[in-house]
């Protein structure tokens, strides 16, 4: 796990870039060790010490190191192949390298280091961009070929590694973080437009290739984009894997659990490889409960920590079931409790991490689960990410699913399905009539529906005046499929809730320097998961994650397994700003706040006071406010007219 970054120039400038001030801003990413790589007229140089270059430069590569895998200076980078062609700087873990190693000896390789990225390394010299799919793991990289004389980025297939470029005709830059990047000088602070008014609407925080920085984009999961030196730098990201969803209707459900049980405890075995102890992120759900217990399972010797947000409403507390699943795992339990007077004292921090505005306080749950572990001096931490949105968590899939059996004219089982899912925690038969409708009508029909149900997408308080006419109404319909659920569960998996979390996950760990590992997400599981039937996934009566839950049976205790409830990270988000209304009022008055243009502050301070005297309920909009102005005034961004 790492910081990355770089800079490609046309004039021989990429020396030009504060080395120095990128590497600090990346610090936390890699504490342990740094280095740098320069290019140009075919030479290659490489260090810890920078000093200024007289030369000119076509290349600079940039590394901060957190060391996971061979802890020796074997494992530092940048990293070249012994015939000096091919130089790396990398982000991330291969977990499989240890057979990819055999197999490239049998190939007649030789390694010097234990490390996975001289296994990386080699593996793109033998099979170049075919040695992309052949990784299991995370990654962000950038792959400078001497004789081609091109540099290759590339990202894994999930997006767990971030990678954000800027780019004109005469320069490319990119870095693991947008704050790094904006240190090349290269990109700006000027907003996106239809970016911010997707985040103030609907609380998006991943736009595809896109950022909340104008001129700021990311390489999009499961894309690599190959840059040459002698020709211009703008060129488009290229697609290497998407996931499949073609449905085997020869599987049965105890077949495919099986199955499912065997994928799962091998991507654990491989996600634990490390050098470094390894810990888990336990929030008492299946997922979480499933990691752990997983862990156990195929290492009864492990050193077992666990770190879980205990959240000081009881209502929303899973305290009882971390404990359950501690005691069951024989793992050392560790707890924190924030609230809202240490989420102000945070913010700054938190925000800082993130880079760019989020939808809510449930990421401060999480930056305090991190920063528990690194107090305890865990390394690296396995986590839940991605099994909601493969195995169809969260209750908007029962509507997906009840769309499903309507397109597909199975009218009894969709009213079976109806009637049992309405007496599931947190729904009911009207919304659920809903949210299938949303997959059912066409797309212009849903902004209709969501007015009809009191969710406005013009507020008085947003100036729409001020974002381009086109952006106003972009919505996106589903398609023709009759396998609706999994539609939904593709899209969420690539495009909204897990892109979104992922972000998250990386930003809050790498804060405190701990390597997060996601073992749901390889590309044989996911695969795997999407090939089953519907009713494998959300079983006639709505039970979600069916075939996962009985592949763990008798790893994950069955209390675990029966629960029909979610939570999650939740935090008390309405009781903790009400308790910090001063602060809140505070921040709704500032100077960066009336500097935002298309903001009404009068009608928002309006309705706030609304909120706080009882006279108006609470609106998940009041964060976005608050997280908007605070963005606005840390980073110091650009809004003309």
């Not at 700087?89 to 190693?101: A, D, H, Q, T, W």
């Not at 296994?119 to 033998?126: K, N, S, T």
């Not at 921090?349 to 305090?368: I, K, R, V």
Request: one cysteine or more.
């Amino acid at each position: 796990m790492c910081g990355i970054a770089g800079i490609i120039d046309r004039f021989g400038n990429a020396d030009r870039g504060n080395a120095p001030q990128i590497l600090s801003r990346l610090e936390h990413r890699g504490p342990d060790d740094y280095g740098f790589l320069r290019y140009g007229r075919g030479h290659v140089e490489v260090g810890r010490d920078w000093t200024s270059c007289r030369a000119e430069s076509e290349v600079m590569l940039l590394h901060r190191r957190l060391s996971i895998l061979d802890l020796a200076k074997t494992g530092w980078q940048p990293m070249s192949t012994a015939d000096g062609r091919y130089h790396v700087v990398f982000n991330g873990e291969i977990y499989n390298y240890i057979e990819l190693r055999q197999e490239l000896e049998s190939l007649g390789h030789r390694f010097l280091s234990q490390s996975d990225t001289e296994v990386l390394l080699a593996a793109y010299a033998q099979w170049g961009i075919e040695a992309l799919q052949r990784f299991t793991g995370m990654f962000a990289l950038a792959v400078l070929d001497t004789v081609s004389r091109v540099v290759l980025l590339a990202r894994d297939y999930f997006g767990i590694k971030p990678l954000y470029y800027s780019a004109d005709r005469d320069s490319f830059t990119f870095a693991s973080e947008i704050k790094a990047l904006l240190e090349f000088g290269t990109a700006t602070r000027e907003v996106d437009r239809e970016r911010m008014l997707l985040y103030l609407r609907h609380g998006a925080c991943k736009f595809g290739s896109a950022t909340m920085f104008a001129n700021v984009h990311q390489l999009p999961p499961a894309h690599y984009l190959l840059i040459s030196l002698d020709r211009d730098f703008r060129s488009d990201p290229v697609s290497y894997w998407k996931p499949e969803t073609a449905t085997n209707q020869d599987i049965s459900f105890d077949e495919a659990a099986s199955h499912v049980r065997d994928l799962f405890l091998r991507n654990i075995r491989l996600h634990l490889r490390s050098d470094v102890p390894v810990g888990a992120a336990l929030s008492g759900g299946i997922d979480s409960s499933a990691i752990a217990m997983a862990m156990r399972e195929v290492d009864s010797r492990l050193q077992l920590h666990t770190f879980s947000y205990i959240a000081e409403d009881e209502s929303i507390s899973e305290e009882k079931w971390v404990d359950i699943i501690g005691t069951a795992a024989t793992a050392e339990v560790h707890k924190t409790r924030p609230n809202a007077d240490s989420l102000v004292a945070d913010l700054n921090a938190l925000m800082y991490a993130q880079d760019e505005p989020f939808g809510g306080t449930s990421m401060y749950a999480q930056y305090c689960v991190f920063r528990a572990a690194r107090l305890s001096g865990v390394k690296v931490m396995l986590d839940g990410q991605g099994a909601d949105e493969i195995l169809g968590g969260y209750r908007y899939y029962l509507g997906a699913r009840l769309a499903s059996l309507l397109r597909q004219g199975e009218w009894g089982q969709a009213a079976d399905f109806l009637v049992r899912c309405s007496h599931l925690p947190n729904t009911g038969k009207t919304w659920l009539m809903l949210v299938a409708g949303e997959h059912l009508l066409p797309a212009e029909l849903h902004l209709p529906m969501r007015k009809l149900v009191g969710k406005d997408p013009n507020p008085t308080w947003l100036k729409h005046s001020w974002f381009h006419e086109d952006t106003r109404h972009s919505v996106r319909g589903y398609g023709p499929s009759s396998e609706l659920l999994k539609e939904r569960l593709l899209r969420t998996l690539t495009e909204s809730s897990l892109p979104n979390l992922l972000r998250y996950e990386d930003r809050n760990s790498m804060a405190f320097s701990i390597e997060s590992r996601v073992p749901f997400l390889t590309p044989e599981f996911v695969n795997f998961i999407l090939s089953l039937p519907e009713d494998y996934i959300i079983a006639k009566d709505g039970t979600s994650k069916a075939v996962f839950r009985q592949a763990m049976r008798g790893i994950v205790p069955d209390c675990i397994l029966d629960r029909r409830d979610k939570v999650g990270f939740a935090t008390p988000e309405q009781t903790w700003l009400l308790r910090l209304q001063d602060w809140v009022g505070r921040v709704l008055s500032c100077d960066a706040a009336d500097s935002i243009p298309f903001l009404d502050m009068k009608v928002i301070r309006g309705e706030w006071d609304a909120v706080r005297q009882g006279r108006k309920p609470f609106d998940l909009h009041v964060w976005r406010w608050v997280n908007l102005i605070q963005w606005t005034q840390q980073f110091g961004i650009q809004y003309d007219g």
